[in-house]
């Protein structure tokens, strides 16, 4: 079984930076996509960024220009770099290995870990 621990949340302003990772133990995913996804109270989980097993990106419009998804094969781990951060951005980040194609897939290979809370404050 996978375990997904995600970190690198924290408080932080609008405009600000934070870089987030995600490491997976449990088996290696260098051959999976994996992405990630955030959620606010009262909303379904979204798939912001995607990555292939090839480096191939894929991001949501909300987040298309700010964000950065990368992937570290030998640590097991993948990243999000998110720049100019805003208000909306406010949730709790987790990542996973989503499964089926695009961006609107809800379902993941992997159960949940426990998320990095992501607050942006005026």
């Known amino acids: 079984q996978v375990q997904l621990v995600e970190s690198g949340g924290g408080l932080v302003q609008a405009g600000g930076s934070l870089r987030l990772s995600c490491a997976a133990s449990?088996?290696?995913?260098?051959?999976?996509?994996m992405g990630w996804y955030r959620q606010v109270p009262g909303n379904r989980r979204e798939l912001v960024a995607r990555?292939?097993?090839?480096?191939?990106?894929n991001y949501a419009d909300s987040v298309k220009g700010r964000f950065t998804i990368s992937r570290d094969n030998a640590k097991n781990t993948v990243y999000l770099q998110m720049n100019s951060l805003k208000l909306e951005d406010t949730a709790v980040y987790y990542c996973?290995?989503?499964?089926?194609?695009?961006?609107?897939?809800?379902?993941?290979?992997?159960?949940w870990g426990q998320g990095t809370q992501v607050t942006v404050s005026s």
């Open positions: 990555i292939t097993s090839s480096d191939i990106t």
């Open positions: 996973n290995a989503p499964a089926g194609y695009g961006m609107g897939s809800p379902f993941t290979l992997w159960s």
């Open positions: 449990g088996r290696t995913f260098g051959r999976n996509d």
